[in-house]
């Protein structure tokens, strides 16, 4: 008898027949022989909807209270679930956060789980119940309600599969997994079988949407196979997991675009220590993230400096720096919000030397002007025009052989 | 520093701005130097759209999940409310029935209250904060989510007010008060400054729905003083307390009328020992409850036996006793739906011979036929034909002084 957590997000949870439909599915895989927990998220835009309530009475509304009223959605999802799968004939158990012991820290609307209480759940796994248990929200240790954060419930089902012992975690999605490109921008984009924990990791920060970072560095943490699979359509998914266990590891696992980034430069930076420091720290207290960081030190005695920010935060980058430019000492700062970040991702580069010439060939053959380069251990990221965007995808995903056709 | 406990109902928090104006109304209280705990149901039709929604999956939901799922209404509103009282800058914590810990027995739908936590209520008012509890709803010892029937908000914020020792508990909904008389049936009829917990039992068990039945129960038990008053509307609403509080009691303190039952009349049914039960017991078997009943024994041997239901209930219940009238020996059955019940309440009534003739003679003199009648204490209730319902009312209100011109 196998354990396995089936987590279904808001959008196959969308209206009634959506939930029967994950309740028909559960029921399968319970009727299959395996003990099924089930996490759910709310239905598609409820969440929305709340908060949209929630901002008709204040600006800011309290943290504690906004998740008192965000716990709702997925309390309403286990109930409805429960029932539907009472029709299956299957007899289920809904549980929220605060009822299964979900022990959380007490930071509102970013908690962290702390302790997951298995006993409850546990009792009906034994007694063949499917336990249905709301994600997203917890309980802190004074009984306050909290939430994880937007994408929470895969958190939740990860660290329901860790607390016992179960041997897949199944996030159902809207797609049918992860693919080597955005399908809508490389049209033979390929179903990825299976991809190490920390590909994953790089694709989720890069924008592949299909699983919270939050959750892969949890599962990686205690190697939890995760299964990222569509809800709508039959199919094996992705797996998620180690790179022992992955037999044939491709050089390059995918790559990834992405658009909401712009670039800030401040041109002219007298070459000294604490030029950067100061430049970060004025950007950062402000609240603003920064992702990629280049420095060239110039023929004199100046540099350029360039980061990226979100593309929201642009224009108050940008006026944060101008009003450093006189105690900096620099020449100016300069703005770009029309360049996108291109990036390909695979474990199989920490043993393969050249990728990213062969990376950066590829763009040059296609007449791309690279802007800024960042890499890691397992990732190449490029900077270029907006409007190369399509084309230097589709020049990489050739490049390192990705597409269906090329099998 | 008094503490009151304020209820608001469904309508009172229809839509933002009625939720906004109960904040208002709070934050006066708390800022005349009150500690305040609120005790709130969902939002008006919030109920009923869960409802509909379990009912989209089931037929027979599980009373576990509707509990769980009809349960968020309040959790809605409470959360909403202290943002609103945030707003006002009045400091406010919500709380689930499980939160606070409103301890039930586990009969799901219509769980009783057994036990209130106090402790955490006591230090928000200790602290100078507003508590906003969630009504209707509880938790039993296993930690399953309980809902407490129709209405229980009235019971859960008289509950707490005898947890607490409040000095009041009061009731905001969408009339002024408690009326000697339906208005829209008695343009005269009068607001009554006070009434006892045992005309308002009656009451309220007569149609007079400003107040459930068991909050009353509870409010008399534990001498909480109860007052009903508009939300809408200012003014100082009705008082409900015990007899000895209530300087001037009047005769009688209200007439009310009830459409909603039916006439089931078993004809010719022989006089013997046994026959009666029969009857009640097949009609309870069918879970139709039973109100008022008379037996007249004849001339001959036999008796006609007679009895209202709910109208909803009158086919079921004919058909019943169809199908017995051979086994009891009786010559048939008769019904009539075409009824109702005009009842005048008062404790006055017990020292005072002679309410009843006044009342039958009053109704008389308007060439109303009496088709039966029933008494207990401090209530005496007739049964008349439909056509009869506003003049029998009017004949009464009159005839014993009720109305505002007469005062």
Known sequence: ???????????SLADVERIKAVAAKVATTRREGHSVVVVLSAMA???DRLLGLAKTFSRQPSGRELDALLSTGEQVTTALLSMALSEEGITAVSYTGSQVRILTDSAHNKARILEIDERKIRNDLDAGRVAVVAGFQGTDR??????????????????????????????????EGVYTAD??????????????YEEMLELASLGAKVLQIRAVEFASKYLV?????????????????????????ALISGVTLNRDEAKVTVVGVPDRPGVASTILE??????????????????DDTTDFTFT??????????????????????????????????????VGMRSHAGIASRMFSALASEGINIRMISTSEIKISVVVDEKYSELGVRALHQEFDLGENED
Chains 1, 2 share one sequence.
């Open 142 to 175: 004074n009984g306050n309600i909290t939430t994880l954060g937007r994408g929470g419930s895969d958190t939740t089902a990860v660290a329901m599969a860790v607390t016992l012992g179960a041997e897949e975690c199944q996030i159902y999605t809207d797609v």
């Open 1 to 11: 008898m196998n354990m396995i957590v089936q987590k279904f997000g808001g959008t």
């Open 225 to 249: 196979r995760v299964r990222v699979l569509s809800s709508f359509e039959e199919g094996p998914g992705t797996l998620i997991t180690t790179e022992e266990d992955i037999m044939e590891q």
């Open 183 to 196: 399908p809508r921008v490389v049209p033979d984009a390929r179903r990825l079988e299976q991809i190490t």
């Open 282 to 299: 004025a950007v950062a207290g402000a609240n603003i993230e920064i992702d990629m960081i280049v420095q060239n030190t110039g023929a």
């Open 45 to 47: 835009g409820e969440t």
């Open 309 to 346: 920010v979100h593309r929201n935060d642009h224009t108050a980058t940008l006026e944060i720096l101008n009003g450093l430019t006189d105690a900096l000492g620099a020449r100016g700062v300069e703005g770009d919000n029309k360049i996108v970040k291109i990036s390909i991702v695979g």
